[in-house]
């Protein structure tokens, strides 16, 4: 899988919109964007994926770069629940039944 | 709730023991992961099963073995304790298939500490 780079740590101030930024400069393309998250003394959850489009669920909102060597997960109104290890990471196609390769990702603290 | 149980929740053993951690996967979900997550090396994949074979190997020691049985739940064995094991065991499922979008349902997992 190709590797992605996100920031250690993130701080945001509840119910203000968070941007999580993921760069993978050598994603190919046909690879997706999936987004899990970690929040504390839990297993990962997964949020999100995408292709080339945005996406939009419950949980977040994924916007794709449009050369798609970058990403950002987007959590319009964080809340305390929020505060989390956010992870990037990139799957091929077809590989649904494959392992995940976790990173460092990014923590999320939110402040009330 | 994931829908994947993972038993014990805590285990404190000590060095040079052997411990089995036990996975019950989503109902219907074929394929069982197991990571580890130690402080220093941070979440790693360590083996998979689909449908009671072996799928894929990570960074899985030979001191540790699983295997998943028929009806589809996972015990992950490891021996030969050592400090290091000290870690969060997670499991893993996810569905049958091999579409591009199958996300993985994760256990709450099993906090091992080796003294």
């Known amino acids: 899988d190709a590797k992605t780079t996100q920031p250690n ?8 919109p968070v941007h999580l930024p993921c760069n993978h400069s050598t994603i190919s393309g046909t690879d997706y964007i999936h987004w ?19 996406v939009n669920n419950r949980m977040a909102s994924l916007a794709i770069a449009e050369d798609r060597k ?18 990037c990471i990139l799957r091929v196609p077809n590989s649904g039944n494959t392992p995940l390769v976790f990173g460092k990702g990014t923590r999320l603290s939110v402040i009330a | 709730d994931s829908g994947v149980t993972q038993t014990p929740k805590h285990l404190i053993t000590a060095t040079g023991q052997r411990v089995t951690l036990r996975c019950s996967p989503r109902s219907g979900d074929l394929s069982v992961y197991w990571y580890q997550q130690s402080l220093d090396q941070g979440l790693q994949f360590l083996i998979q099963y689909y449908n009671g074979e072996e799928r894929a190997k990570g960074n899985i020691l030979e001191r540790f073995s699983a295997q998943q049985f028929p009806d589809l739940h996972s015990e992950l064995n490891l021996s030969s304790l050592e400090l290091g094991d000290s870690a969060l065991y997670f499991c893993a499922s996810s569905p049958v298939g091999t579409f591009y979008d199958n996300e993985q349902f994760f256990g709450p997992g099993t906090r091992l500490t080796v003294l």
């Not at chain 1, 970690?38 to 990962?44: A, D, K, W």
């Open chain 1, 9 to 16: 740590s993130m701080e945001s101030n509840e119910e203000e």
């Open chain 1, 36 to 54: 899990y998250r970690q929040l504390p003394s839990q297993g990962p959850e997964y949020v999100i994926h995408g292709l080339t489009s945005n």
């Open chain 1, 70 to 87: 970058s990403s950002t997960l987007i959590l319009h109104r964080a809340t305390l629940r929020d505060a989390a290890v956010y992870y």
